[in-house]
């Protein structure tokens, strides 16, 4: 079985699972609790906070937990909008699903959203981003890098333009955390999901900027300052932490990796399979991830055909898989409905290997002329 769909998901790191599995069947007890076993499981959630703190040099009281990208990306968004009296948004045209529809819903509560526009290779226009901002824009959301053709976003000039106004930038970095920095300082908010770089499923957290007006999006007792109810995930917070760490330490090398890896697939499928487009190839990219237009084929079909030789690649996010429109993200950069759905994305991590990546090529050049 070869594994080409990281950005989807990545397999638990071992190491990690045995940090968890104490915070399981030892050291369970309720992190509020004020007995010994809540006030050990709660040492576990406070040294993990201050891990994940000192790595991104930022105060521990900046990090809050949450179940992941989405619930960080909604509670980042719509709360501090909220909490801002804010009439007006601007979210970026090719943001992951739960920003979208975060929008969606602010829209219907009566916010106005102005979607930020991308050139052909899906990066913002900064020109319009500027020609888009008001005296009333309270919060703008442009993601770090894409999850569906990794083009990364100018998350530095987004700032330097939002700064001076006093407006809220949130930046989903979900896709870029364990392989690249994280813009704290730059955002004032950002969200990350532990199951991107080795950690476990269903924990995430939000770095939010000291003074930020916000309003909770869970509600329940006093857990993360009062911010975010519901009892904490012990085991998934701490396994989390141990994630980051080693993600830091190996980032480099797993960088160097896996671009070597995307650059021989996209070169071999250029030279000899052709009539194939690879989105967001003159942009910067995120190391793993290539979306690949083949003509005249289609994705659905692909994929399971891919599938039946067990080889997993997706069609874009995951989270909207059950969809069967094109992706908003490549109609965004211009590409026509019919191409759209001919694209299908390889997304490679640290396991992988260039053996799998001849494999897929091979069976690539087997499948594609049946399907053309």
């Not at 930046?171 to 704290?184: E, K, N, R, S």
């Not at 109609?331 to 759209?340: I, L």
């Not at 759905?341 to 396991?351: D, M, Q």
């Amino acid at each position: 079985m070869i594994y080409f769909d990281h950005a989807a998901t990545t397999p638990l790191d071992e190491q990690v699972l045995q940090k968890m599995l104490p915070y399981f069947t030892q050291t369970f007890g309720n992190p509020d609790s004020a007995h010994a076993y809540g006030r050990r499981a709660m040492a576990g959630v406070d040294a993990a906070r201050d891990e994940i703190a000192a790595i991104l040099k930022v105060k521990p009281k900046e990090i809050y937990f949450t179940s992941g990208g989405s619930e960080g990306n909604t509670w980042a968004i719509r709360q501090t909008v909220k909490a801002r009296g804010g009439k007006h948004v601007i979210v970026g045209s090719t943001e992951h699903p739960s920003v979208l529809n975060c929008a969606k819903q602010l829209t219907e509560e009566g916010v106005e959203v102005t979607y930020l526009p991308v050139d052909e290779n899906g990066v913002a226009s900064l020109s319009a981003l500027e020609g888009a901002l008001r005296k009333d824009t309270s919060l703008v959301a442009v993601m770090a890098g894409n999850n569906e053709t990794g083009a990364l976003q100018p998350v530095e000039q987004i700032s330097a333009l939002l700064r001076p106004r006093g407006i809220h930038f949130h930046c989903d970095c979900v896709q870029t955390a364990g392989l690249y920095d994280l813009p704290v300082g730059i955002a004032d908010s950002i969200s990350v999901s532990a199951h991107k770089f080795y950690g476990p499923k269903g924990v995430g957290f939000v770095y939010l900027k000291s003074g930020t007006a916000i309003r909770p999006l869970v509600n329940g007792g006093e857990q993360e300052r009062g911010l975010r109810g519901g009892t904490t995930n012990v085991p998934g917070v701490v396994g989390m932490a141990e994630a980051f760490s080693r993600s830091q330490r190996a980032r480099e090398g797993d960088k160097a990796h896996i671009a070597a890896l995307r650059d021989t697939l996209e070169e071999r499928l250029l030279k000899e399979i052709g009539n194939v487009r690879i989105s967001s190839r003159g942009a910067d990219r995120l190391a793993g991830i290539s979306n690949v237009t083949f003509f005249g084929a289609q994705g659905t079909s692909l994929l399971f055909r891919l599938d039946s030789m067990g080889i997993a690649v997706s069609l874009g996010s995951a989270c909207a898989s059950g969809s069967i429109g094109a992706s908003h993200v490549l109609t965004a950069m211009g590409m026509s409905e019919k191409d759209a759905l001919s694209s299908v994305r390889f997304s490679f991590g640290r396991e992988n290997t260039a053996a799998e990546v001849d494999q897929t090529v091979s069976a690539l050049k087997e499948i594609l002329p049946s399907l053309r």
